[in-house]
């Protein structure tokens, strides 16, 4: 298995927080703290977040399971998440990695596909009921098996060719 992590490349629809995708796009990943220096916050229960994320390549690679990590800072409040992958909305196979706050939470969703199946990736983030919810980072973990590659039979097809280069002609008519 393998692991592509992606970051996101804008707000989508509707985006009723305070603050921007810029603002969670930080690059960090999970185990390590937060080093943002923004965040996007909501202190109305329901009020919606969508965040759209580069696509992962056209290949055959087959997805097995997208996480969406986001590290929830503040004293009270847990988002609750969803991941859209083109207008299906994903089945999650754990409530939550972890439901800490001030630290990392991840919501993993199963997916059957290869990567060019994929033509649209969303995560919606919606305030709690305990509102007050502040995310300082967010990203996508794609865990995938990488498709089997054809290199050993074109390299063996390649070194089976021969070459024949004819012998130079010298001199001039006799």
Not at 34 to 62: H, K, R
Not at 119 to 148: F, M, P, R
Request: with cysteine; glycine share 12%; aromatic share 10%.
């Amino acid at each position: 298995m393998a692991t592509l992590y992606l970051d996101p490349v804008s707000d989508g629809s509707p985006f009723q927080w305070n603050g921007s995708y810029l603002d969670v796009d930080g690059g960090n990943r999970s185990g390590g703290g937060s080093t943002s220096s923004g965040s996007i916050q909501s202190y109305s229960e329901g009020d919606q977040a969508v965040i759209n994320y580069g696509l992962p390549g056209s290949t055959s690679d087959t997805i097995s399971a997208i996480t969406v990590w986001a590290y929830v800072d503040g004293a009270d409040g847990r988002p609750s998440v969803d991941l859209y992958i083109n207008s299906w909305q994903g089945q999650r196979t754990n409530s939550a990695r972890s439901s800490s706050v001030g630290g990392w939470s991840g919501w993993e969703y199963s997916y059957s596909g290869t990567f060019s199946s994929v033509t649209g990736l969303k995560s919606k983030h919606v305030c709690s009921s305990e509102e007050d919810d502040d995310i300082a980072d967010v990203y996508l973990e794609i865990t995938y098996e990488a498709a089997s590659s054809s290199w050993p039979i074109a390299a063996a097809v390649v070194a089976t060719q021969q070459v024949i280069i004819p012998p130079p002609i010298f001199g001039g008519a006799t």
